[in-house]
């Protein structure tokens, strides 16, 4: 398997293909783009029939393996896949619930640090130290972060002698649960940074670090960068999974399965597009957005034009720049490299654009979108609450909202994917529901833990000058 610029091409040797080593160690291609197979690989419906019963390690490491390729034996890939989902709390590792006759819960926050991210970067961080031992070599990782990211990264490598993780996140504007799973880990390679700013300023500053010529190796610069957020293709390739998992234990491949995405960045309801392109019968893919609805107006409308970004209840989602929405632009606009860095440029120039018609046409095959506000957002709490006796967080909640709007026929299951732990947003899921949830017992005294990170203004010299004071240089 060989990865692909979504703004290279054939005439753009400089972004050349990768394999899934290079690209996983690489995060952000030389030209700006973000990588992709060069060809999806496909599962035939007697192949997924065969996936049924299989645990959840085992299935990983099967849906996994075309997009390794070579850079894995099958047994290095099996041995990281135990290793991963081992330390989850459910033994199902992302068990289904159900709500009625055709809703359905998909919980993904049974890891570490209780949220989906868990899934993804509890693998990634093995991938890391399983390559960079072969060359003994060091990464510094930049990542950005809008709550949930930067805990389960930093869960994911702390205390890793190769790597060093900087992570930003905006001052003020994640919880409290989710600024104190990042910045109580106190471990010498971890290093917290608070920006004034939103999280689409902090991702714009990781964004050109990896550009930077003084900076990134890729460039000429001192530091090996290496990417956590959704940009990093192996991340994507690890949530896939859980889309395969749920759609198995509901019928799939004879019967069609739904889902509901809440999502800010695109990267979680790509990687639902990821599965179908393997073969996974999917009805459809419902994007669920708070009122930073940027992905529910492109996909409605064709306008990807970034507004400001209003802080909610649901900080994940607080985001007008949705990264992975470029992978998703680039398939279905034929994989044209050179036309999508084209328009991507444009895009960054002004922070508005409109979808080609290709582009609308071959999303809205599969897509369709939904946008709820705060009083949305409380009233799917409150259902989930009074109706099945399920307690879920505001992010859960859009997700539910938009399921339970979507056209989609009676005898077709719906799943909302279950992003974090309710307990993770106490007062706006005690605000909706009356009800204080408690953290789990395994994170029970976070609270009591001592915090360290620093603040910073959130220019991009000066976090460049803070990452360049305190990382190693790769050799």
Known sequence: MQYISTRGSAQNPSSGPLDFEGVTLAGLASDGGLYVPQEWPRFTGAEIAEMAGMPYAELAAKIMAPFVGNSLSQDELGELCDAAYGRFAHAA??????????????????????????VALQMLGLLFEKFLSRSDAHLTIVGATSGDTGSAAIDAVAGRERIDIFMLHPKGRVSDVQRRQMTTVLAPNVHNIAIDGSFDDAQASVKRMFNDEAMASSKGGRFRIGAVNSINWARLMAQVVYYFAAALQLGAPKRKVAFSVPTGNFGDVFAGYVAAQMGLPIERLIVATNVNDILHRALTDGDYSA?????????SMDIQVSSNFERLLFDCGGRDGIALAEQMRGF????????TNAQRDG????????????????????????????????????????????????DT????????????????????????????????????????????????????????ERATESR
């Open 307 to 315: 507004g400001t970004v209003t802080p909610t209840a649901a900080p």
């Open 363 to 410: 999303a809205a095959g599969l897509f369709a979108s939904a946008r709820a506000d705060a009083d949305d957002m409380a009233s799917a709490m409150r259902w989930a609450n009074e109706a099945a006796g399920e307690i879920i967080d505001p992010h859960t909640a859009i997700g539910l909202f938009a399921a339970r709007q979507a056209d989609v026929a009676a």
């Open 348 to 355: 960054e120039a002004s922070k508005a654009m409109q979808l």
């Open 413 to 468: 299951p719906v799943v909302t994917l279950a992003t974090a732990h309710p307990a993770k947003f106490v007062d706006a899921v005690e605000r909706a529901t009356g009800t204080r949830p408690s953290l789990p017992t395994r994170v029970g005294d976070l609270f009591a833990r001592e915090e360290r990170y620093d603040e910073l203004v959130g220019d991009y010299d000066s976090i460049a000058r803070y990452v360049a």
């Open 93 to 118: 590792v992302t068990p289904l619930k159900q709500f009625d006759e055709q809703q359905w819960l998909l919980e993904l926050f049974h890891g570490p640090t209780l949220a989906f991210k868990d």
